[in-house]
């Protein structure tokens, strides 16, 4: 069993920057795709960004798209989301996932935007 821990999230105002971690422990490995989704207070879930189990692939929602970069350090079993120029529709939940909606997901940390 795969567990998932996100870390990073934080409140900072528009245009500001934050990391998002998120660290897998327990029957971990290296041959996965891992994603990073959110949820907006009132609204769906929706995909924020994906990197390949090489790392060589990655792939962004448009509304995040060159604002947002995905990482993976898989000696620390560990990705990231690096969010730069932030803004407030970027507020919510944000949770990494391995094997889509069936799969494994954190428990997802607080992005909070101010305008």
């Known amino acids: 069993q795969v567990l998932l821990d996100e870390s990073g999230g934080g409140l900072v105002q528009a245009g500001g920057s934050l990391r998002l971690s998120c660290a897998a422990s327990?029957?971990?490995?290296?041959?996965?795709?891992m994603a990073w989704f959110r949820q907006a207070p009132g609204k769906e879930r929706e995909f924020v960004a994906v990197?390949?189990?090489?790392?060589?692939?990655?792939s962004y929602a448009d509304s995040v798209q060159g604002r947002f970069t995905v990482a993976r350090d898989d000696a620390k079993n560990t990705f990231y989301l690096q969010m730069n120029d932030l803004k407030p529709e970027d507020t919510g939940v944000y949770s990494c996932?391995?094997?889509?909606?069936?799969?494994?997901w954190g428990q997802g940390t607080q992005v909070t935007v101010s305008s």
């Open positions: 990197i390949s189990y090489s790392g060589g692939s990655t």
């Open positions: 327990g029957r971990t490995s290296s041959t996965y795709a």
């Open positions: 996932n391995i094997g889509g909606p069936f799969g494994i």
